[in-house]
């Protein structure tokens, strides 16, 4: 389970830098228009712009951090939970043939066995 929460937030983490290029959009644009300020009044078109990659922003950072791994978890419930077809596969929960029962497991073997096989 450890492994599916590093997943998550490594997503989460890769989601995050993916925003980096529109905060430095969104911090570009709020330093001129602070500069620009000073000399003239803003556009309706610059004030629209300014509110589009501030709500991109917040959007992005928003599902980076809440709504993907909200839904990778429940994705995984799901797959780990009886209401998925393929939980019994993935639980590893399976019938053994005759030929697996006789012919055993790597744990049945007794230890060093594979030294049997760098001596030949």
């Excluded at 959009?25 to 078109?45: A, G, V, Y």
């Excluded at 509110?51 to 992005?60: I, M, Q, S, Y």
């Excluded at 990778?72 to 697996?100: A, D, M, N």
């Amino acid at each position: 389970m450890a492994e599916y929460v590093a997943l998550i937030v490594l997503f989460a983490l890769e989601h995050l830098a993916m925003c980096a290029p529109l905060l430095l959009l969104h911090l570009r644009l709020r330093e001129r228009h602070n500069e620009m300020d000073l000399f003239f009044p803003r556009l309706p078109e610059e004030e629209v712009g300014m509110a589009n990659v501030t709500a991109l922003l917040v959007a992005g950072v928003l599902a980076s951090v809440a709504i993907v791994p909200a839904l990778q978890v429940f994705l995984l419930h799901l797959c780990y939970s009886r209401v998925h077809p393929l939980s019994t596969l993935l639980k590893g929960i399976y019938q053994k043939t005759p030929v697996e029962d006789s012919l055993g497991t790597y744990s049945d073997l007794p230890d060093g066995w594979f030294k049997l096989f760098l001596n030949q």
